[in-house]
């Protein structure tokens, strides 16, 4: 499961690394949670950024809360489940990132979060797929999911599912229309360990208000353990 991420880099930063344009201000975000509003680029405006919500209601359960939404969708069964099989042939997106967070168990009532990045801890894509749909008012809102696949090396000892990072040189295929669907699943593998790095954070991350540079700083897990209870 993905269940925060980060992408604190400018706006500048990510209209060159994507290419895209971005219309309107954008401020670095440190400790993204689902249900935000947050920049993608879609299969439909590959060189625009849209922004749309983080947490697909499937068309099963339209006008359900949020706490039921969908955030994640497991990467090898998305071409089979209904309820998310024609956004994956027709509504694929690019979710940017820089990092994301999971929390490893240390004891029965205790988590210590880490953050996952690339080595350069540079811009990265989320394999996502998008969905429209009506909330209660009729209103129509645009919102997305993170696929995740099985965890490689590096997050494994943390938790046994990460989110598909994809190759920089696959993200133009992954929105594209005529890609085919064994292309598409082809990508859909964990991002090799060997370009990643990731280490201990803060617990502030933990809370979701907590939106600074200070969530991304490293932190030795023996602080976490003293100052867990203070902020968890």
């Known amino acids: 499961m993905c269940g925060r991420y980060s992408l604190s880099k400018s706006k500048i930063e ?10 309107g201000d954008f401020n670095p975000r440190f400790n993204i949670a689902p249900t935000q509003l947050l920049p993608v680029l879609t299969s439909e405006s590959p060189k625009g950024f849209s922004f749309f919500y983080w947490g697909i209601t499937p068309d099963f359960a339209k006008n359900k809360p949020v706490s039921q939404k969908f955030i994640n969708a497991r990467s090898e069964s998305i071409n089979q489940k209904i309820s998310f099989k024609s956004s994956f042939e027709k509504r694929r997106c690019l979710i940017p990132a820089d990092g994301f967070f999971e929390w490893k168990k240390v004891g029965k009532k205790t988590k210590t979060p880490y953050r996952f990045t690339l080595s350069d801890e540079g811009l990265f894509a ?9 909330n209660d008012k009729g209103e ?22 990460m989110p598909v990072i994809l190759k920089k040189e696959d993200e133009k295929k992954w929105l594209d229309p005529y890609t085919t669907e064994e292309e598409l699943i082809d990508m859909l593998i964990p991002y090799q360990a060997i370009e990643m790095i990731t280490y201990s954070v803060s617990p502030l991350v933990n809370q979701v208000n907590n939106d600074t540079a200070s969530v991304l700083k490293k932190t030795s897990p023996m602080d976490q353990f003293g100052n867990y209870t203070l902020f968890g």
């Not at 990510?14 to 219309?23: H, I, K, N, T």
């Not at 989320?126 to 009506?134: D, N, Q, V």
């Not at 993170?146 to 046994?160: P, R």
Request: net charge negative.
């Open 14 to 23: 990510l209209e060159e690394r994507f290419q895209a344009e971005m219309l």
């Open 140 to 161: 129509s809102n645009h919102t997305f999911l993170i696929l995740t696949t099985e965890a490689n090396g590096i997050v494994k000892d943390v938790h046994d599912r």
């Open 126 to 134: 989320f394999a996502g797929i998008w969905e429209e749909f009506e």
